[in-house]
């Protein structure tokens, strides 16, 4: 799976957008950009995934760059409840073959009022 | 959606003992599922993929022996942690590969904190 690099903390103000970014460069033509978020104490939730397309659903948007070398997950009005360790993870899917699910060290977000 | 279930959220025991952490699908079924560990301000470490009825992948470093894990079911997987020392404690946590009718890869439980005194 190719490996990620992510900021380790990041500030953001409740209500405004907080876009959390994610290095990827050697990412090989059949690997997704997934995002999972662990609140503090609990397992990790998923949140979105992406091929090459933007993709946006209720918790979040995924802008993934034309080159695929980057991303940027966007929470578009962050919330207290939004303070989490978000995890970007690129790697084939599961349907394709056995694989495992690996996490990188992620981004300590901090909501602030 | 689909729910992974652990139990207990929490435990305290002696050192030498043994504890045993159940993860369950409750709505799905479960052919794999993967557990790992997390240390404070740490990400998480994959220990060891379990798959139904067969014996389980271990990551490299962790003790087989040590970390027993059963996946007699598609809906139940339990780890052991045969003669826990307080080394041990840490937060340990579930995740089962979703059905692919669903958007997600894996669901993830809401993990057990194991404190060895």
């Known amino acids: 799976d190719a490996k990620t690099t992510q900021p380790p903390s990041m500030d953001c103000a409740e209500g405004r957008a907080a876009n959390l970014p994610c290095n990827h460069s050697?990412?090989?033509?059949?690997?997704?950009v997934y995002w999972y978020r662990q609140i503090h104490s609990q397992g990790p939730q998923y949140i979105i995934h992406?091929?090459?397309n933007n993709e946006t659903n209720e918790m979040a948007s995924l802008i993934i760059t034309e080159d695929r070398k980057s991303s940027t997950l966007i929470l578009p009005h962050a919330t207290l409840r939004d303070t989490a360790v978000y995890y970007c993870?690129?790697?084939?899917?599961?349907?394709?073959?056995?694989?495992?699910?690996?996490f990188g060290t992620g981004t300590r977000l901090l909501v602030s009022p | 959606g689909a729910v992974v279930s652990q139990h207990p959220s929490w435990v305290i025991c002696k050192s030498g003992t043994s504890v045993k952490i159940e993860c369950r699908s409750l709505d799905f079924q479960a052919t794999t599922m993967f557990w790992y560990r997390q240390f404070p301000k740490q990400s998480l470490m994959l220990m060891a993929t379990?798959?139904?009825?067969?014996?389980?992948?271990?990551e490299q470093g962790v003790e087989k022996d040590k970390f027993l894990i059963n996946h007699a079911s598609l809906t139940l997987s339990t780890l052991t942690v045969t003669s826990a020392h307080p080394e041990d404690s840490s937060f340990y946590i579930c995740?089962?590969?979703?059905?692919?009718?669903?958007?997600?890869?894996?669901?993830f439980g809401q993990g057990t904190r194991l404190t060895v005194v």
């Open positions: 993870i690129v790697r084939v899917p599961f349907r394709t073959g056995f694989q495992k699910l690996v």
């Open positions: 379990s798959n139904e009825g067969s014996k389980a992948t271990y």
């Open positions: 050697t990412i090989s033509g059949n690997e997704y």
């Open positions: 995740s089962a590969r979703a059905p692919r009718t669903l958007n997600t890869e894996a669901f």
């Open positions: 992406g091929l090459k």
